[in-house]
């Protein structure tokens, strides 16, 4: 008896060992060799092109790993993976790298011979821009993104007038084809003054208006009306650009005027302006060349997916963002542009344990067809653009349609570094998401964004799951209309809870914690802990039986609550919350005439006995049938303005079976070192608190 087990296991264990083959690559590898330890191949699309070739020998079942050895790997094309790269539920291909190794894989090209001109400037001739015409968008100076010559180097030209001529109007509100004209004050327009015509082909003005951002080249320049045109797409009716948008001029050499910019001339010469503490000899200079670093590319709607990949342990930087001839128009969440990392038609993928940096688009986006799939434990930082999105713009149904995707104990910070409008996770037409125990943080406008119907159109992002996320310093003062997390469309189903959330700001309306906005319906907000926001822990727009119960709202600068809209039937219920502030309104909006079920809460305003709900005292708020058996009482918070929102007693909360929950819980799992990186630097902390201060003190009323 002995004897047949042993024998058994001894066919067994052969069997394994055949089932599992493994490739390794090296900087220092050579995509002719084996691909064994001692014989290395060269890059990731060696080791693909091993597999393809590996699988062409054998008929069983093969599973392949592909261990990745320490060191940097350029980048020459992008990595595709196609439907025949699949592996399955019980041989899976894996990419993960070497026990103790760091890879690090790069789209970019270091620029080297550099000399220093009679200005002090850095330059050096890029051959193949020369040649070529190879131009680039971003550059990184010792790993940090270089600022592209701009003026003014600080604040902004407001417009002065705008002037629409509309060549093409298509069947779409906005206008296919036409012409704009920006007029400027006197003294603005001296900044424009000494530009030449022939800088006018690379000159472009970037424009921030309410939650969106444009992005233009200039066809002319007139000095004697001080006025540029430009042309494009018709300008928005719901956010056009109009007198007092904020404007920057860019890329052109005369606005190279402080240290840390950069500019690339029609000569193909790169400028670079050094700073005081970067010589030639201590500084690395990087043009991220290629345009997408990975490509998963399948065809969901033939059901040829790519499935049961998994990348572990791999870092991913230098992605270019090439800037259209046309510019970017406006577009919410920066949902037009394409991501580093792209992955369409696929099942069971996963990136764990990894990162990416330094890229001028979205970091990852799981598109059209993806599911089942996972981006864990992956530190995304430096981007141009934002996060992680997910799903499509369309609704899309049967096999194109994403879902189940688990996006979990990320770190996603300093986003919208080129394209504001950009945020830390955006969920369009996709369903049963979790995304749970991420840590988000210096984006400009939303933190996290789920849904992509305005109205009640039928919408596919139901069931998602934002949980026990850590969502802090977003919006800073550049755009409006944002929040922490923001939601969009029926989303029945949808869950937003354990979240802790603060710091929220905005340059004008806007800035809150969580946001319902257009036809938002069937969305539970529980257990949040929300503070320091400008214009309120919650705000509905409009929408539908949302329910906001057992939330701690706290220190909004403006308002505590807002409501637009008011509607027929029931916008939402708010109980059993707890609101504490020191300054401002308790609510402001549509509260006279909204249908909400409103009860069983704890207003307290530390500052005093003005409690101001929609100009109406709490007597006059209860006449209404608000909060019929709410209190305005200390709700005996620890310390509070020390964000220790943890309760002295029971006394107060119990009143309104306010059930307490651990906001500790929220944000990064892991060890001292993972928790550590997800802290923002106290660089970035205090710009953020100047940015707020400033903001108000300029304009008390704006919002």
Known sequence: MKYTNLVFFFVISCFSLQAQTTFYISPNGNNNNS?????????????????????KTTTEGQSYTVIVKDGNYIMQETFLLTAEDSGSENYPIIYKAEKGAHPVFSGGKIIEGFSINSDGLWEAKIRESVYYKWKFDQLYVNNKRATLARTPNENFIEIDSVQEQIWKQ???????????????????????????????????????????????????IDKESLSITTSGNGMKPWNKLKKGTRVVFENYKDALDVPGEWFLSQKGILYYMPKAEETLENTTIVAPVLEQLVSIKGDASKHNYVEHIRFEGLSFEYCHYKIPSSGSEPNQAAAKLNAAI?????????????????????????????????VENFYMHNLGGGGVYLGNF?????????????????????????????????????????????????FYYTGISVGWIWGYAPSLAKRNTIAYNHIHHIGWDLLSDMAAIYTLGASEGTVVENNLIHHIHSYSYGGWGMYADEGSSGIVFQNNLVYNTKTGGFQQNYGKDNVVKNNILAYAKKYQLQCTIAEDHKSFSFTNNIILFNEGMVAKGAWDDVNADIDYNIYWNESGNVY?????????????????????????????????FRFKNRKSYEKINFSPFNYSKAGVLGDKEWKSKAKLSDIILKQFDDAVKQNIELDPDRG
């Open 170 to 220: 298509g069947r779409s509100k906005v206008a296919e084809k036409a012409e704009q004209k920006l007029f400027f004050s006197k003294d603005a327009f001296k900044l424009l003054s000494k530009i030449n015509e022939e800088e006018i082909s690379q000159l472009r003005f970037k424009a921030y208006h309410k939650w969106d951002y444009t992005l233009r080249h200039i066809d002319a």
């Open 612 to 644: 101001d709900f929609n100009a109406h005292s709490f007597k006059d708020w209860q006449k209404k049938n608000f909060d019929r058996h709410s209190f305005l009482i200390n709700p005996n918070f620890k310390n509070p303005l020390e964000a220790d």
């Open 35 to 55: 691909g064994g330890e001692l014989q290395p191949l060269a890059n990731l699309i060696g080791a693909r092109n091993a597999i393809r070739e590996h699988r």
């Open 342 to 374: 792209d992955v369409k038609g696929a099942r069971n993928v996963t990136f764990y344990n990894g990162e990416i940096s330094k890229i001028g688009q979205h970091a990852l986006w799981f598109g059209k067809g993806v599911s089942n799939s996972v």
């Open 394 to 442: 369309k609704a899309l149904g049967g096999s194109e349609h994403t879902h189940h995707i688990t996006v979990n104990n990320n770190i996603i910070q300093s986003g919208g570094q080129e394209f504001p409008a950009a945020v830390g996770v955006w969920v369009g037409h996709s369903s049963d998401n979790n995304i749970t125990h991420n840590d988000i943080g210096n």
